[in-house]
């Protein structure tokens, strides 16, 4: 009697296929604006594809949303869901923010800090793409302990990532020191 009324809920099979999706998008999007940061006119040349990009990513975004919110029974908990859907969301918001910056300020050239750290958000949108590929029994089992640790790669990306910063940032503050 249990399976019969199990089987007229409502079941979503698609979050994986939805975050497949995203993760590739993310990537899409760190590879544009690591281009833009070639400097030039690559600048407005791959603008509009972190725009397009961030949009898909929201589209996608929405719709794992409302299948969380319309389906009785998902694959693992809703609230980490919706944080995974967010997460995800949010490094593509911040990449569309940059590539927002870059135009506003109408910067065409770029430091090798800069790049580098183009290049760090390409290794972890690939990461993040990687870890999507993952099996998740442990997170769907209720273990927290391997999904709330570090993992090495990201732990060995935000070493470098934070020396860029900075980096960037005492050589922008003794440019604008020296102007002054």
């Given at each position: 009697?249990?399976?019969?009324?199990?089987?007229?809920?409502?079941?979503?099979?698609?979050?994986?296929?939805?975050?497949?999706?995203?993760?590739?998008i993310?990537v899409?999007?760190?590879?544009?604006?690591?281009?833009?940061?070639?400097?030039?006119?690559?600048?407005?040349?791959?603008y509009?594809?972190?725009?397009?990009?961030?949009?898909?990513?929201?589209?996608?975004?929405?719709?794992?949303?409302?299948?969380?919110?319309?389906?009785?029974?998902?694959?693992?908990?809703?609230?980490?869901?919706?944080?995974?859907?967010?997460?995800?969301?949010?490094?593509?918001?911040?990449?569309?923010?940059?590539?927002?910056?870059?135009?506003?300020?109408?910067?065409?050239?770029?430091?090798?800090?800069?790049?580098?750290?183009?290049?760090?958000i390409?290794?972890?949108?690939?990461?993040?793409?990687?870890?999507?590929?993952?099996?998740?029994?442990?997170?769907?089992?209720?273990?927290?302990?391997?999904?709330?640790?570090?993992?090495?790669?990201?732990?060995?990306?935000?070493?470098?990532?934070?020396?860029?910063?900075?980096?960037?940032?005492?050589?922008?503050?003794?440019?604008?020191?020296?102007?002054?």
């Amino acid at each position: 009697m249990l399976k019969w009324f199990q089987a007229l809920l409502p079941r979503e099979e698609r979050f994986f296929d939805l975050f497949a999706q995203h993760s590739k998008i993310l990537v899409a999007g760190a590879d544009a604006l690591r281009s833009m940061l070639d400097g030039g006119n690559a600048v407005a040349n791959y603008y509009q594809t972190v725009m397009d990009r961030e949009q898909d990513a929201d589209n996608i975004t929405r719709d794992v949303l409302i299948a969380v919110r319309s389906t009785f029974i998902t694959p693992f908990d809703r609230g980490n869901i919706r944080d995974l859907i967010t997460s995800m969301d949010n490094a593509i918001d911040q990449m569309q923010k940059t590539a927002k910056t870059i135009m506003l300020f109408d910067q065409r050239s770029f430091t090798q800090q800069q790049q580098q750290m183009g290049d760090a958000i390409v290794t972890a949108a690939g990461l993040v793409q990687e870890a999507r590929g993952r099996p998740m029994s442990s997170t769907i089992a209720g273990s927290r302990s391997s999904t709330s640790s570090t993992p090495a790669p990201i732990r060995w990306l935000s070493s470098p990532a934070t020396r860029c910063t900075t980096t960037s940032r005492r050589s922008s503050t003794a440019s604008t020191t020296s102007a002054t």
